[in-house]
Each structure stands twice: as C-alpha cells, then as structure tokens.
C-alpha cells in the first residue's frame, strides 16, 4: 500500500508532492487525455497527488501543461499495476492553487 494512504480502503489521501512513479503514471495515460480533450500537451508535469485504495488505487493529480493552466487527472491503476491504467475522468481550467478533490 502507498505509504501516503490513509490505510483505510475508500479513504483519500492528504495531497502530496509528486514523484517519479507518479509522473511516470501520468505519462501513461497522457494520450488517453489528448484524445478526450483534443489537445496536445507539450508540458506535462504532475506537481502533487492524492491516492485512494479501491481494488487497486485510484490517483488524482494534479498537472502542469504550461503557460500558467493546470488540469486534474482522475487515474486508476488496476490491480495488475502500471500495465492496467484508465483514464476515469478529468478537470480543464484548474489553477496551481486548486484543491485536489474527489470528482
């Protein structure tokens, strides 16, 4: 289990910076939010997450792409790990100083 979890299944975290693992996640999943948004993000950088264990874990985090915008991801990661990724939702028109929230 994610160190930052809260230990109790369907209970989020507090929001924490992001780390290479998350980053890599986001990276992942990236293309899957082009489609739906259809846009091109040159910058892609995750600056803090949330996690909540489900069967597997749920990740929202939160992203730069550049020129002052920010979008919040909505990320499970299956059971079988980063070979299982969906896109569940997201949020456009976010700011740094935006609330990572369960949407």
Avoid: C, W
């Avoid at 979890?5 to 899957?32: L, N």
Wanted: charged residues 35%; aromatic residues 6%.
């Amino acid at each position: 289990m994610d160190p930052g979890t809260t230990g109790i299944v369907g209970g989020v975290s507090e929001a924490k910076p992001a780390t290479p693992e998350i980053q890599e996640v986001a990276d992942k999943v990236k293309r899957q939010l082009e489609e739906k948004t259809n846009e091109k993000y040159e910058k892609f950088k995750v600056v803090e997450y949330k996690s909540q264990v489900v069967a597997g874990q749920i990740l929202f985090m939160k992203v730069d792409v550049g020129n002052g915008r920010f979008l919040h991801m909505k990320v499970l990661r299956g059971l079988s790990g980063d070979d299982d990724l969906k896109l569940l939702d997201y949020q456009t028109n976010k700011t740094k100083n935006d609330e990572l929230t369960d949407f």
